[in-house]
């Protein structure tokens, strides 16, 4: 969608219209720019075998969806829900004139977007994580995916990205543990809907306009079904295919059934309503305003995302457009800065969208704002992520360093975006993680020393990166991530770690005058049993300072309430926590929080504090109740894999699952399954604790496993006729084997079980399918622990090429994509000769029609002879084979 002004012509530049927008990141260097793939993880940070991802969907893919028939549906829903954020509180608004209507969308990658890896958390530090939610209102995933069934070993990361021969879809879905998180902090999560002439192979939007015999349109009701099945809240639209103009009409019903299904709908500017033609305004006008809202149709989208060429009259323009719609074009008018293609260096000056007493007229859009990460040299290194921290914590703020002046001429999203918050209510809790790790801590003790990055385990962000005012020089702010990581060359403090999680937020410097830190923007109850603790670590000498709660009552929000935590001067061997009682200000609300370090007589070189945790207290027990149904539902050991599950409990009673074996952290998520790799225990005990919103901890859930219970060295092996041969090595207790198969794609259920020997070595079953399809074999001796193995059953099936999906006009044929989910290439023959198909961004010929890379255009043939033989063959990845005659004998 990105597109680049470059001597008065249009040039396609990138990542944008073309695959590069599914596909490719740039990788910034000094001296130039190199372009690669975003890679898979190598080593011990590789894919589990089974690992749960994502895939894209064709029209035809999305129309034949159901849940049921994908085994990782489940493992990739989202569950936390949107959370309504607080009013509007100028008072403590870091730039309080600033209105806080606009709203800001980010369109970026989440993660990363290597093809086959859209996992929602990983064993990854350097996975990068957004962590600016607070100035956000959506989030759109933006990147491709191939569509389900391409075999991944058909991805080469080595080859150049027009070498990638399969298919990406037309949808992508947000990133599950990405829409968690934005809806832990009140943002909207959306997938993108994405056309284009020369991307996505044969697919075409015409696909989404056929309507049922109601009228309707079944493309935008499974949409609609999709999204909230899979928890997100809509659709970025992003199409770059001219339309038909008799098709206008349609596509804006199209758009309006999504919007009455309740799902978000942002369009963008490239479409001319009247003609259909490819036409980017790069402003809010009477061409694409159609497309928002219609004189006869009525709203058709929520917003547009303008193409980037703006300038100031065209903002002014817009806004006054949107104003004679009645829109509030700070909602629904976004402007577009292409973040990733210009980085700090933007052509774009965002003062050109504000009006005259300051104030944005327009909303904002940013595209690839993951650059940050993306397009950095060091981004796949742990020793570099701090740079990456300091060049995201740039683009939102105007400076690394969270300084108030900025850095080069970009000024910082925080200079347009008012800062928002979900912090209300009477309890709250953080212990500072921003999502990844080099290790975890529990309580202050290491339970894992290996590295993570889970977003969902990513605590609210500290609301200002960093607002730190000092009559001297203030504290330097950071988050420290133990021993292993490699801080910023401004930094000098001692590196500890997390109490909870994997990071503390550290201030470290020369203390010679008081230091206010604001921390976190809320809208807290006070009631007449309130505590505030604050545990933290003060590996610096003692000293005359002192540590003080820092509150901003709504009544007052000029005034910082100091609340001192009493020897908090004094040098610490751990972790330790102080309380402050609120009874005193029962009754009124909080608006901000944050610390005060007071100064000593006499400045004090290399002070340093860690904040471990501030937890906010009603005084009522919310402890949560210990969970129910605690299950191994997978133990794989030939693969290292463990899935569980377990009853979930609402999001108002518990924000997380945390889960250990014995006293090692696994992880974490607000779900009711979990994923775990590399998981080599041969006994032991997993426990499931409940985390409650003010940090409460349930007691722990158990189930135990012992390896040596059960038949070990499972393996299986399914044929092509049918047969299933299993082996294993027995266990000396001799008790007799159960053994079970199963389908994990329960839309074609089949099950299997048979009961064995204690002493049996294997078997082989008859009678099983033959459709490609996952499958689970489990054993289980006597009593013992239940292990399995997954596999995939033979695939022999292929359904033929039906004659209906070529129209035939004379000696012209064209060809449609087959509406089958298993199927590779499409050869025609005429008189036994293969015809030629031109692929997408000019690629070369091929003899087939190749999924998702063949052209539209190149899918209508004129046969040499009209008597000719036309025969169709179909080739699934399997290779089976299927012939049909289309003409001849």
């Avoid at 008065?8 to 219209?17: I, L, W």
């Avoid at 606009?102 to 990363?112: F, S």
């Avoid at 009477?286 to 300038?311: E, K």
């Amino acid at each position: 969608m990105a597109r680049s002004h470059r001597t008065g012509r249009r040039v396609t530049t990138r990542a944008g219209t073309a695959a590069l927008a599914a596909m490719l990141t740039v990788v910034l260097a000094a001296g130039g720019a190199a372009a690669s793939d975003t890679l898979p993880w190598p080593g011990d940070s590789a894919a589990g075998a089974d690992q749960p991802y994502q895939h894209g969907y064709s029209v035809t893919d999305l129309l034949r969806w159901n849940p049921a028939d994908d085994a990782h549906a489940e493992l990739l829903r989202a569950k936390v829900p949107l959370q309504k954020r607080n009013a509007a509180n100028a008072a403590t608004q870091r730039v309080p004139a600033l209105p806080a209507d606009t709203q800001l969308l980010t369109l970026a990658g989440d993660y990363g977007n290597a093809f086959f890896e859209s996992h929602p958390y990983t064993n990854e530090f350097s996975q990068y994580l957004f962590n600016y939610w607070q100035y956000a209102d959506f989030y759109a995933s933006w990147h491709g995916m191939p569509t389900e069934g391409v075999p991944v070993s058909y991805y080469d990361p080595t080859k150049d990205w027009r070498e990638k021969w399969f298919e990406f879809g037309m949808l992508n879905l947000p990133n599950p543990g990405y829409t968690n998180a934005a809806h832990a902090n009140g943002v909207r999560s959306l997938g993108c809907v994405f056309f284009s002439d020369n991307d996505r192979g044969d697919q075409t939007y015409a696909e989404l306009l056929v309507r049922d015999a109601d009228g309707g349109f079944p493309v935008a009701a499974k949409l609609i079904q999709l999204a909230k099945f899979y928890g997100f809240d809509g659709y970025f639209i992003n199409q770059e295919a001219k339309l038909a103009p008799a098709d206008i009409p349609a596509y804006k019903q199209f758009l309006r059934q999504l919007r009455e299904g309740g799902v978000y709908v942002q369009w963008y500017d490239s479409i001319n309503s009247s003609t259909g033609a490819i036409s980017y305004q790069n402003e809010f006008n009477s061409v694409n305003g159609p497309f928002v809202r219609d004189a006869q149709v009525g709203d058709v989208s929520d917003s547009i995302f303008l193409n980037y060429w703006w300038n100031k009259t065209k903002l002014t323009n817009s806004k006054s457009y949107a104003a004679g719609l009645g829109l509030n074009a700070r909602k629904s008018v976004f402007a577009g800065v292409e973040a990733g293609q210009y980085q700090f260096n933007q052509p774009y000056n965002l003062d050109d969208n504000l009006d005259a007493a300051g104030a944005p007229m327009n909303a904002i859009a940013t595209l690839g704002a993951d650059f940050v990460s993306s397009d950095y040299a060091g981004k796949t290194d742990d020793a570099a992520q701090r740079d990456v921290f300091d060049r995201e914590r740039r683009w939102w703020t105007g400076s690394s360093q969270g300084a108030t002046t900025p850095e080069g001429t970009w000024k910082g999203i925080s200079k347009y975006i008012a800062e928002r918050s979900v912090i209300g209510g009477t309890t709250f809790a953080t212990s500072f993680n921003t999502g990844h790790g080099l290790s975890t801590w529990t309580k202050g003790r290491l339970s894992n020393p290996k590295e993570w990055g889970n977003v969902n385990l990513q605590d609210l962000p500290v609301t200002w990166q960093w607002w730190i005012d000092a009559a001297g020089t203030p504290l330097s702010a950071d988050f420290d991530y133990g021993p292993a990581y490699t801080a910023a060359s401004r930094f000098s403090y001692q590196k500890i770690g997390a109490y909870n999680g994997g990071s503390s937020l550290v201030l470290s410097g020369t203390l010679d005058s008081d230091n206010t830190a604001r921390l976190y923007k809320t809208d807290l109850q006070l009631t007449k049993r309130s505590t505030l603790d604050l545990t933290y670590n003060k590996p610096s000498a003692s000293d005359d300072s002192e540590l003080r709660l820092g509150l901003v009552l709504a009544s007052d929000p000029a005034k910082v309430i100091q609340l001192p935590l009493t020897g908090s001067g004094r040098h610490t061997t751990g972790w330790t926590t102080g309380t402050a009682d609120l009874s005193a200000y029962a009754g009124q609300r909080v608006a901000a929080l944050g610390l005060v370090v007071a100064a000593g007589a006499r400045p004090i070189p290399g002070y340093q504090v860690n904040l471990g945790s501030l937890a906010l207290r009603d005084g009522k027990d919310n402890t949560p109740v210990m969970p129910q149904d605690l299950r191994i539902t997978e133990l794989l050991p030939e693969t290292g894999e463990l899935f569980l599950s377990w009853k979930r409990s609402g999001y108002d009673k518990v924000r997380r699952y945390d889960v250990y074996l014995d006293d090692t952290y696994l992880g974490g998520v607000y779900d009711d399954v979990y994923y775990v790799k590399r998981f080599t225990a041969t006994s032991g005990t997993i426990k499931l604790v409940a985390v409650g919103p003010d940090g409460s901890e349930s007691p722990a859930a158990t189930t135990t496993f012992d390896l040596s219970t059960a038949p070990g060295g499972v393996k299986a092996s399914a044929k092509p006729d049918g047969t299933l041969t299993a082996s294993w090595t027995p266990r000396a207790n001799g008790e007799p084997i159960t053994l079970k198969v199963q389908s994990l794609d329960t839309a074609h259920p089949y099950t299997k079980e048979v009961a064995l020997s204690g002493t049996s070595t294997g078997t082989t079953l008859t009678g099983v399918p033959v459709n490609g399809g996952d499958h689970l074999l489990t054993l289980r001796s006597g009593t013992g622990t239940t292990t399995g193995v997954r596999g995939t059953f033979a695939d022999t099936e292929i359904s033929p090429y039906p004659a209906s999906a070529v129209a035939i006009n004379g000696n012209t044929f064209t060809f449609s994509r087959p509406a089958l989910p298993d199927w590779h290439t499409l050869t025609i023959l005429e008189d036994g000769q293969a015809k030629s198909f031109a692929t997408t961004y000019g690629s070369g010929a091929k003899p087939y029609i190749i999924r998702g890379r063949t052209t539209r255009a190149a899918e209508t043939v004129t046969m040499s002879g009209a008597t000719s033989k036309v025969v169709a063959i179909l080739e699934d990845y399997a290779g089976n084979k299927a012939t049909t005659v289309l003409r001849g004998n």
